[in-house]
């Protein structure tokens, strides 16, 4: 039901209004304020869809009031009511975030038509909201193990900066997450997260996958293509697997860091580009320095922060919560009420030597799921699990 309220010093035109308001939708739940100070004090309590407020009243006008709004529920939308003779202040509203505005008296067709508008905008506001927490809700990382506090703790502190970051940990272990919620908590959030998989590159496309090309670069560039830096230009790239990049790509890499510029494969022309860098790997970076296979010079530009996200194996306390979280999920997308884990049958998958991490506790609980009754047992994790404990 939406909520609305009136903010208007002249009873007769509150009455009006609210009677107008009422005839179209029944359904509106409206409250009224008869100056500026008593509705900025009902804005601070409840949570409104709309107001509708004059311009010209005692104790605090209605400039006041809009800006006052706008510092409590910025995406409220306002609409300004205002006599014949303010049409100058009532375009000064506009210019200060009103949503519109409506001259007195007020016009039946004007007011129901803006009215409505003013509702659908916040009602595509609030979907925005619900599908933002839903994108951010699949890279949740799950748990409350020490070491998952640890980078959780590292993340608040790192994502507001503009430093670059360097994940490291095991296949499987989550590091594309760590990558999210660094983007997510950034204040390029707005921006575009770009992620590139290094290792599902071949090396000869590698630089075009990154940098671009020009058309005639290379046998099938038949027309000029962004690079992967472009598309991310005011947000966050994720150069994932950094590790298994090629020597020559490393190096294009390194000056896009230093001097913030690309260039297409086959032109000389430099591309201006604003892209946090965060990047990952399953390997140990200083052993493929030593063995020549990674440049040093820029593995010190990608480890301004390094993240480590440990192993399953060193962070079991997650498991039983990692389990529910994967149950509810596939029975969420196979439309299914959730099977329940039996205590014994969580002991025991949490003493498993999980070698390909979160990634194969996933596909087992999911194996689980498929194969066992409602309740899953002790005896379905030994009969349908190969059982290596560590």
Known sequence: MPRLLIIEDEDAIRRVLKKILLEEEKNYNIDEAEDGLIGIELVKKKSYDLVLCDIKMPKMDGMEV???????????????????????????????????????????????????IALDHTLLAQENKQLKKKVSKQFEMVGKSEELDQIKSMIDKVAPTEARVLITGENGTGKELVAHWLHEKSNRNKGPFIEVNCAAIPSELI?????????????????????????????????????????????????????NRVQRVGSDKDIKVDVRVIAATNKNLKEEINEKRFREDLYHRLAVIIIHVPALKDRRADIPELIHHFTEKIAKEQGTKPKVFEAKAVILLE???????????????????????????????KKFVQLKTS
């Open 351 to 381: 003493k498993l030597n999980w070698t390909g991490n979160i990634r194969e506790l996933r596909n087992v609980v999911e194996r689980l799921i498929i194969l066992g009754d409602q309740q899953i047992t002790e005896e379905d994790v």
């Open 66 to 116: 809009l800006s006052a709004c706008q510092k409590l529920q910025p995406e409220l939308p306002v609409i300004m009511i205002s006599g014949h003779g303010d049409l100058e202040t009532a375009v000064e509203t506009m210019r200060m975030g009103a949503f519109d505005y409506i001259s007195k008296p007020p016009d039946l067709n004007r007011l129901l038509n803006t009215v409505r």
């Open 207 to 259: 630089e075009s996958e990154l940098f671009g090309h020009v058309k005639g670069a290379f046998t099938s560039a038949n027309k000029d293509r962004a690079g992967k830096f472009e598309a991310a230009n005011g947000g966050t790239i994720f150069l994932d697997e950094i590790g298994d990049m090629s020597l020559s790509a490393q190096a294009k890499v390194l000056r896009a860091l230093q001097e």
